[in-house]
């Protein structure tokens, strides 16, 4: 197994695991009961997808139990987005539908990989993942279309998210040594460029963003009007969801949202020796 590969799966894997957890949190707490159940399913999806890349990159003395909980919470390699406190139903959301098309966008790109172990665990990924895309579209749709008030929380909540949304796309470390092995397909560079058109699209669609087509365009932050209808408020973006430029959650460098979720998530198997998953 080439240094390369296990970088790669490893952030692969903490995306979802990271993110799994947070939707976790909603559970008995979601908008109303069919949300909570949905939600509690959507993460056990994530957490479980988390597994099984895991276990592509198992041994040499580490196990799935231990890359996933015995891990310092500065050797974590998922993207900052998925660490953020659920804070509200309308960022949760906002942030379910960027990172399920994302990791859409990234794993029908892996498809193609020569590795035949990873081709087949995204595919079957994909075909579960599908029902976390329905999900999110559904209640994107629902409350972009709906009161004005759960319109402009909306609008507010996805220039949040939308600003980190980036750094899913941030290259993995050694990226370029798993693009010359030949077994990732295609550059995470190239991916962003299509999840941002994507995503361009899709709000213009649904009446977000003040999108121009442009591939720079970002969708604006939006106040009701009294008409009802959204406009650009002061405090719209202005530029592509950005990544940081001197290494962000890809090369371990995180906030304190995950200092703080990893004692949480890390406790039970760091004080009893010998716990499994």
């Given at each position: ?158 220039a949040s998210a939308f600003a980190e949304a980036g750094g899913l796309f941030e290259p993995f470390e050694l990226e370029q040594e798993a693009l010359e092995e030949g077994w990732l397909p295609v550059a995470s560079p190239v991916l962003r ?85």
């Amino acid at each position: 197994m080439s240094r390369a590969f296990e970088a790669v799966v490893t952030a692969l894997a903490d995306d979802e695991l990271i993110l799994g957890h947070r939707h976790s949190e909603w559970t008995g707490y979601a908008p109303h009961i069919e949300e909570d159940v949905a939600f509690a399913s959507i993460a056990q999806d994530e957490i479980g997808h988390a597994s099984s890349y895991y276990s592509l990159i198992a041994g040499a003395g580490h196990d799935v139990d231990a890359l996933a909980l015995g891990r310092p919470a500065d050797a974590y390699r998922n993207a900052v987005i998925c660490e953020r406190p659920n804070t509200d139903w309308a960022f949760t959301l906002a942030r379910h539908w960027l990172y399920d098309h994302a990791d859409d966008i990234r794993s029908q790109a892996l498809e193609q990989t020569s590795e035949p172990k990873l081709r087949q665990l995204v595919t079957k990924i994909r075909r579960e993942e599908r029902y976390h895309l329905l999900h999110a579209d559904y209640w994107m749709k629902r409350v972009a279309q709906g009161p004005v008030e759960a319109r402009s929380r909306i609008a507010s909540a996805m220039a949040s998210a939308f600003a980190e949304a980036g750094g899913l796309f941030e290259p993995f470390e050694l990226e370029q040594e798993a693009l010359e092995e030949g077994w990732l397909p295609v550059a995470s560079p190239v991916l962003r460029t299509r999840f941002l058109e994507w995503a361009t699209s899709a709000l213009d669609e649904l009446g977000l963003p003040g999108a121009t087509g442009r591939e720079e365009t970002a969708p604006s932050e939006f106040v009701a009007s009294s008409s009802g209808d959204l406009i650009a408020g002061e405090g719209s973006l202005a530029k592509e969801p950005a990544v940081v430029a001197e290494g962000g959650g890809r090369r371990g460098r995180h906030t304190d949202d995950l200092r703080e979720l990893w004692i949480a998530m890390t406790t039970q198997y760091r004080e009893n020796e010998g716990a499994t998953w």
